[in-house]
């Protein structure tokens, strides 16, 4: 039975290779972290009862083969991801059934050629816009529009999916399908769709041509812009977060950066302004290095959903990662242009951060932090150039972003342009008009964004990385469980609380990495794990498995999200719940 059990693992840890294929070393080797972890942790699995502790060697045996073939295949795969670059391949031709979706082929309405669509760009001639296959008049709506009329004008004559993606108000709404349907006027013709449905070029007015290439294993919430975590699976098997699996948040296209025109600019309100290129913030400043937790604020905010709808990206829990950043400290660079505290200019409150990515009217991404947070000597706040040893990649920030540990992601700018003390917040829209938090009564007929806070840093948070959700266990005694639980602010995690019950009773976990940072310095997360019993019968039963954290000010999470849903989905941080089904393998001794 034990080399059955084996052979099961075999398949799942080659699994875990594949998934691992094109991740590199990050400080420390991942694949091998796993390797390590996976064999230490599924031995322990299969020894812990004491009634089958004659299995370990053999379940070892078996788990070990599979760890080498993963490994095999690892390599591979890796080697052929670096050799092979992705084919853009054709689409399907349309076969022009009558599709009453969005967007769809409707065989009641006209048809026009591309060339005609584009010449509706004016009041006069009357403004048309493109959606997949539909084509829509939008003369009459455009001062409707809630983004105004200058964005929707930018789509004028041509297709608005570019533009629409930047914007996740538009993503999957029947709001926004209902409204744009009722402005249609016919389809793009049968021979322009064809060609559009051939091998695709590279689009001169699409602003997302040129993001980068990305890992296969992350798993898109929206492509234009991209934005995707990796697997939980994966997401716990190390401290360091590999580069390539490092969750993607981009508001925006991600920019093309001239090095050879590339200077951060820093200043303020009464102060002088000063530019430097990144060579001479390498020179000037003293190198320093943190390893700091990044969390999307709406990590987790698939899970708030069962209350009700909210717009916005389905985030699961794993836009999360944790990295090493080398730069220098904001507050050195803020010193050298003459502000060092807070008493130099009482009426600066903000540092304001600008990116080079832009918005379809070429307005900057940008975000601020307190200037408490930013000259605190305990802050830690670093304009960072190299991520686990590397050079940022484009997706990052390369070559310059802020690095604001403990506050949540949409600050930390990457692309760094623009460094600017003030007395106010920064002006833009994820600033003012976005990232905040209201009571769940509030909607959107009724929320004022200007009257909430900006959130800065997130509370406590945890999930179980594994097993997945809907997963079948093969043991009706006990489950293991791991999984990450991270504190904003610099709070330490103290403890992370698991139920194989649905709460009803609980048991502690092992915090097996944790962060070697001082008190209220504690900007990574604790990875945790645990073996805990099941109860008596649940053979072929449903379980439902939780976890909760506490940091050292003694926060803990809530219980669920129904006291404080939020119309867009920040802070989701309710003990985080799965299903999985326990269905024992048949004994065959």
């Not at 959606?131 to 709506?141: C, L, M």
């Not at 904003?488 to 139920?499: H, K, P, Q, Y």
Request: hydrophobic residues 35%; proline residues 7%; contains cysteine.
């Amino acid at each position: 039975m034990a080399a059955a059990r084996g052979l099961q693992k075999f398949a799942a840890v080659t699994r875990s290779g594949l998934a691992l294929y094109s991740t590199r070393s990050a400080g420390n080797t991942p694949l091998s972290r796993v390797l390590e972890r996976t064999l230490r942790q599924n031995v322990r699995r299969y020894s812990s009862a004491h009634h089958r502790a004659s299995y370990a060697w053999p379940a070892a045996v078996g788990i070990a083969c599979g760890l080498g073939v993963g490994t095999a295949v690892y390599l591979h795969r890796r080697n052929q991801l670096k050799l092979n670059k992705p084919i853009n391949a054709a689409t399907p031709t349309p076969t022009f059934a009558h599709d009453p979706s969005p967007g769809g082929f409707r065989t009641d309405l006209p048809e026009f050629s591309l060339e005609e669509i584009a010449k509706h760009k004016t009041k006069e001639q009357r403004i048309w816009v493109m959606y997949k296959s539909g084509v829509y008049d939008i003369t009459d709506f455009r001062f409707s529009h809630p983004g105004g009329p200058t964005k929707i004008m930018l789509a004028a004559g041509g297709s608005v999916e570019p533009f629409w993606a930047m914007y996740a108000v538009h993503k999957e709404n029947p709001e926004v399908f209902e409204l744009l349907e009722g402005i249609r006027i016919g389809n793009i013709s049968k021979k322009d769709l064809i060609e559009m449905a051939k091998a695709p070029k590279a689009d001169a007015n699409d602003p997302f041509a040129q993001d980068p290439v990305r890992n296969p294993a992350l798993t898109p919430s929206s492509r234009k812009p991209f934005n995707a975590e990796p697997p939980p699976e994966l997401l716990a098997d190390a401290f360091i977060t590999p580069n390539d699996l490092f969750f993607v948040r981009n508001h925006l296209p991600v920019p093309q950066v001239d090095m050879k025109k590339y200077v951060l600019t820093v200043g303020g309100e009464g102060m002088k302004k000063y530019t430097f290129t990144l060579d001479q913030l390498k020179k000037k400043f003293k190198h320093r290095k943190v390893v700091s937790t990044i969390q999307c604020a709406g990590n987790r905010r698939a899970n708030m959903m069962v209350v009700k709808h909210i717009k916005g990206l389905s985030w699961g829990f794993a836009a999360i990662s944790n990295a090493e950043w080398t730069g220098v400290y904001l507050r050195d660079v803020l010193a050298y242009c003459g502000l060092k505290d807070m008493d130099t200019n009482e009426a600066l409150k903000h540092v304001q951060f600008e990116g080079l990515d832009l918005d379809p009217e070429k307005a900057p991404y940008g975000g601020s932090i307190p200037i408490q947070k930013a000259l605190d000597p305990q802050g830690d706040v670093v304009l960072a150039w190299d991520m686990n040893g590397e050079p940022l990649n484009r997706d990052h920030g390369f070559p310059l972003r802020v690095v604001a540990p403990g506050i949540i992601g949409a600050r930390q700018v990457k692309w760094l342009s623009k460094i600017w003390a003030s007395p106010e917040e920064y002006h833009g829209h994820w600033q003012q008009n976005d990232y905040k938090g209201f009571a769940p009564q509030i909607d959107w007929d009724t929320v004022d964004f200007k009257k909430a806070r900006s959130i800065q840093e997130y509370p406590v948070q945890s999930a179980i990385c594994e097993p997945a959700e809907g997963a079948s266990w093969d043991d009706e005694e006990e489950v293991f469980m791991r999984g990450y639980a991270y504190s904003g602010g610099g709070r330490e995690i103290i403890r992370v609380d698991v139920s194989a019950d649905g709460g009803k009773t609980w048991h502690p976990t092992e915090l097996v990495e944790k962060p070697d940072q001082s008190y209220n310095r504690t900007w990574a997360w604790t990875l945790w794990e645990a073996s805990v019993p099941l109860e008596p019968g649940v053979k072929g039963k449903e379980v439902e498995l939780c976890v909760k954290a506490v940091d050292s000010s003694y926060n803990s999470q809530p219980e669920s999200f129904n006291a404080y849903w939020n119309l867009r989905g920040v802070i989701a941080n309710a003990w985080h719940r799965i299903k999985i089904k326990v269905e024992p393998p048949e004994d065959d001794d």
